[in-house]
Nanobody, 115 residues
Framework: QVQLVESGGGLVQPGGSLRLSCAASTSINGFNDMGWHRQAPGKQRELVATISSGGSTTYAVSVEGRFTISTDNARNTMYLQMDSLKPEDTAVYYC?????????WGQGTQVTVSS
Protein backbone atom coordinates (compact mmCIF):
# COMPACT_ATOMS: atom_id res chain seq x y z
CA GLN A 1 0.00 0.00 0.00
CA VAL A 2 1.43 3.34 -1.07
CA GLN A 3 2.07 5.86 1.67
CA LEU A 4 2.56 9.57 1.02
CA VAL A 5 4.51 11.85 3.35
CA GLU A 6 4.43 15.61 2.96
CA SER A 7 7.13 17.95 4.20
CA GLY A 8 8.30 21.53 3.73
CA GLY A 9 5.50 23.43 5.41
CA GLY A 10 6.09 26.16 7.95
CA LEU A 11 5.74 29.84 8.75
CA VAL A 12 6.68 32.37 6.09
CA GLN A 13 6.15 36.09 5.64
CA PRO A 14 3.90 37.44 2.89
CA GLY A 15 5.79 37.52 -0.38
CA GLY A 16 7.99 34.64 0.67
CA SER A 17 8.41 31.15 -0.79
CA LEU A 18 8.13 27.56 0.33
CA ARG A 19 8.59 24.24 -1.44
CA LEU A 20 6.40 21.37 -0.36
CA SER A 21 7.44 17.77 -1.01
CA CYS A 22 5.29 14.66 -1.20
CA ALA A 23 7.34 11.48 -1.00
CA ALA A 24 5.76 8.17 -2.00
CA SER A 25 6.80 4.89 -0.39
CA THR A 26 6.76 3.09 -3.75
CA SER A 27 7.33 3.97 -7.38
CA ILE A 28 5.09 6.63 -8.85
CA ASN A 29 5.93 5.61 -12.40
CA GLY A 30 2.78 5.20 -14.43
CA PHE A 31 0.65 7.19 -12.03
CA ASN A 32 -2.65 8.49 -13.36
CA ASP A 33 -2.81 11.77 -11.52
CA MET A 34 -1.15 13.52 -8.61
CA GLY A 35 -1.80 16.82 -6.99
CA TRP A 36 -2.31 19.05 -4.00
CA HIS A 37 -5.37 20.18 -2.11
CA ARG A 38 -5.53 22.58 0.80
CA GLN A 39 -7.93 23.27 3.61
CA ALA A 40 -8.05 26.49 5.58
CA PRO A 41 -9.79 26.71 8.98
CA GLY A 42 -13.55 26.83 8.57
CA LYS A 43 -13.37 26.30 4.82
CA GLN A 44 -13.86 23.39 2.47
CA ARG A 45 -10.91 21.54 1.03
CA GLU A 46 -9.98 22.98 -2.36
CA LEU A 47 -7.92 21.73 -5.26
CA VAL A 48 -4.69 23.67 -5.69
CA ALA A 49 -2.79 21.95 -8.51
CA THR A 50 -2.65 18.69 -10.45
CA ILE A 51 -0.15 16.95 -12.69
CA SER A 52 -0.62 14.00 -15.01
CA SER A 53 1.92 11.33 -15.88
CA GLY A 54 2.33 13.09 -19.22
CA GLY A 55 3.29 16.30 -17.43
CA SER A 56 0.10 18.26 -18.01
CA THR A 57 -0.66 20.61 -15.16
CA THR A 58 -3.68 22.52 -13.88
CA TYR A 59 -3.89 25.19 -11.22
CA ALA A 60 -6.56 26.91 -9.21
CA VAL A 61 -7.09 30.46 -10.42
CA SER A 62 -6.02 31.76 -7.02
CA VAL A 63 -2.52 30.27 -7.31
CA GLU A 64 -1.83 30.31 -11.06
CA GLY A 65 1.38 32.13 -11.84
CA ARG A 66 2.62 31.77 -8.25
CA PHE A 67 2.68 28.01 -7.64
CA THR A 68 4.43 25.33 -9.71
CA ILE A 69 3.76 21.60 -9.46
CA SER A 70 6.33 19.04 -10.59
CA THR A 71 7.43 15.46 -10.09
CA ASP A 72 10.76 13.64 -9.86
CA ASN A 73 9.91 10.07 -10.75
CA ALA A 74 13.43 8.87 -9.92
CA ARG A 75 12.88 10.06 -6.34
CA ASN A 76 9.19 9.09 -6.24
CA THR A 77 8.46 12.63 -5.12
CA MET A 78 6.10 15.42 -6.12
CA TYR A 79 6.76 19.07 -5.35
CA LEU A 80 4.77 22.26 -5.01
CA GLN A 81 6.89 25.39 -5.35
CA MET A 82 4.97 28.27 -3.80
CA ASP A 83 6.15 31.82 -4.49
CA SER A 84 4.69 35.23 -3.69
CA LEU A 85 2.79 33.71 -0.82
CA LYS A 86 -0.22 35.55 0.59
CA PRO A 87 -1.96 35.27 3.96
CA GLU A 88 -4.90 33.64 2.21
CA ASP A 89 -2.62 30.75 1.23
CA THR A 90 -2.56 29.73 4.89
CA ALA A 91 -3.93 26.18 5.12
CA VAL A 92 -3.07 22.54 5.63
CA TYR A 93 -1.80 21.20 2.32
CA TYR A 94 -2.49 17.59 1.36
CA CYS A 95 -0.97 15.66 -1.51
CA UNK A 96 -2.72 12.82 -3.30
CA UNK A 97 -1.83 10.11 -5.77
CA UNK A 98 -4.07 8.14 -8.10
CA UNK A 99 -2.44 5.01 -9.50
CA UNK A 100 -4.03 1.87 -10.84
CA UNK A 101 -7.41 3.29 -9.88
CA UNK A 102 -6.48 3.72 -6.22
CA UNK A 103 -6.47 7.07 -4.41
CA UNK A 104 -4.04 7.78 -1.59
CA TRP A 105 -3.69 10.89 0.57
CA GLY A 106 -0.84 12.24 2.63
CA GLN A 107 -1.26 13.36 6.23
CA GLY A 108 -0.98 17.08 5.47
CA THR A 109 1.53 19.82 6.20
CA GLN A 110 0.71 23.23 7.67
CA VAL A 111 1.57 26.38 5.75
CA THR A 112 1.16 29.68 7.58
CA VAL A 113 1.71 33.00 5.82
CA SER A 114 1.90 35.81 8.33
CA SER A 115 4.01 38.80 9.26
Amino acid sequence: QVQLVESGGGLVQPGGSLRLSCAASTSINGFNDMGWHRQAPGKQRELVATISSGGSTTYAVSVEGRFTISTDNARNTMYLQMDSLKPEDTAVYYCYLIKNGLLRWGQGTQVTVSS
